[in-house]
């Protein structure tokens, strides 16, 4: 089995930072691209962020130049760092990655269970 297990989130006030972890573990045999979603009450889950195994990274274009996302291989994490957050940022993030569990299988995508961030004063 597979777990992705997220941690940073919290209440940040409007402008503020936040970072946020996500550890993949279990049997993994390797991990092509992870990422960031997230879902706000009454709306979709969106795409946030993604990078590649080779660092390439995309971003939706409402958090280009405040969010920054960045992987750490030999530890199998992912994070987010999120700066200047808006009202409009909160949201339950979620962690996506691809993984294969063996050199024989092609990968398939896995979630976290999410992290709250709450943007408020």
């Known amino acids: 089995q597979v777990q992705l297990v997220e941690s940073g989130g919290g209440l940040v006030q409007p402008g503020g930072s936040r970072r946020l972890s996500c550890a993949a573990s279990?049997?993994?045999?390797?991990?092509?691209?992870m990422g960031w979603y997230r879902q706000a009450p009454g709306n979709q889950r969106e795409l946030v962020a993604t990078i590649t195994s080779g660092g390439i990274t995309n971003y939706a274009d409402s958090v280009k130049g405040r969010f920054t996302i960045s992987r750490d291989n030999a530890k199998n994490t992912v994070f987010l760092q999120m700066n200047n957050l808006e009202p409009e940022d909160t949201a339950v993030y979620y962690c996506n990655a691809n993984i294969r569990t063996h050199a024989l299988f092609i990968g398939r995508d896995y979630w976290g269970k999410g992290t709250l961030v709450t943007v408020s004063s």
């Open positions: 279990g049997s993994i045999f390797s991990i092509n691209a």
